[in-house]
Antibody, heavy 120, light 111 residues
Framework: QVQLVQSGAEVKKPGASVKVSCKAS????????MHWVRQAPGQGLEWMGIINPSGGSTSYAQKFQGRVTMTRDTSTSAVYMELSSLRSEDTAVYYC?????????????WGQGTLVTVSS | QSVLTQPPSVSGAPGQRVTVSCTGS?????????VQWYQQLPGTVPKLLIYGNSNRPSGVPDRFSGSKSGTSASLAITGLQAEDEADYYC???????????FGGGTKLTVL
């Protein structure tokens, strides 16, 4: 079965960077795009961007342009999301999510989430 | 301010029918991009409830249904149960933003 397993919780100081990993299994890693979505405490879902694991191309939400970098490692079927210049407002649970279909934007599978806390 | 607008809360008694609306614009729902719905139970990961406007993934009860018309979409839940108490989010794609967009979420309370 499809599984997305993310790295553990992180605590960072303002201005630092954080890199969250998401390891996929149970399907052909390069067949489906991977999305990153975050959720601040008590808030809604916010889309951050998408990476094509096949070629590595990315597309980021305008809000995160210049601060986020998504990469992938096909040898380990993992994708990474690095967010820099962290501020307190970046405290959130970060999810990777992937579709089940080659077309469309449905997010069928979700990682367990990684809590990133930004605090001095 | 979310690109897709949802009511902050809805409520209903067990057994009743409730609907959650999701209003977009001509650059997302109105541009024929599909709408998805997610259910997030307290303290859990979001779960896909409806995809492609009205399709249910395997395992989702047929009490949940989705529809779309013009620049809006709706999620209907019939035979309301206590376990349906959760946050519900709509999602689509916006061509002006070149981004996936979510609604702000609707908290369903089962009275």
């Amino acid at each position: 079965q499809v599984q997305l397993v993310q790295s553990g919780a992180e605590v960072k100081k303002p201005g630092a960077s954080v890199k969250v990993s998401c390891k996929a299994s149970g399907y052909t890693f390069t067949s489906y795009y991977m999305h990153w979505v975050r959720q601040a405490p008590g808030q809604g879902l916010e889309w951050m961007g998408i990476i094509n694991p096949s070629g590595g191309s990315t597309s980021y939400a305008q809000k995160f342009q210049g601060r986020v970098t998504m990469t992938r490692d096909t040898s380990t079927s993992a994708v990474y999301m690095e967010l820099s210049s962290l501020r307190s407002e970046d405290t959130a649970v970060y999810y990777c999510a992937s579709p089940k279909r080659a077309s469309g934007y449905s997010l069928d599978y979700w990682g367990q989430g990684t809590l990133v806390t930004v605090s001095s | 301010q979310s690109v897709l607008t949802q009511p902050p809360s809805v409520s209903g008694a067990p057994g009743q029918r409730v609907t959650v609306s999701c209003t977009g614009s001509s650059s997302n729902i109105g541009a024929a991009y599909d709408v998805q719905w997610y259910q997030q139970l307290p303290g859990t990961v979001p779960k896909l409830l409806i995809y492609g406007n009205s399709n249910r993934p395997s395992g989702v009860p047929d009490r949940f249904s989705g529809s779309k018309s013009g620049t809006s979409a709706s999620l209907a839940i019939t035979g309301l149960q206590a376990e349906d108490e959760a946050d519900y989010y709509c999602q689509s794609y916006d061509s002006s933003l070149s981004a996936v967009v979510f609604g702000g979420g609707t908290k369903l309370t089962v009275l």
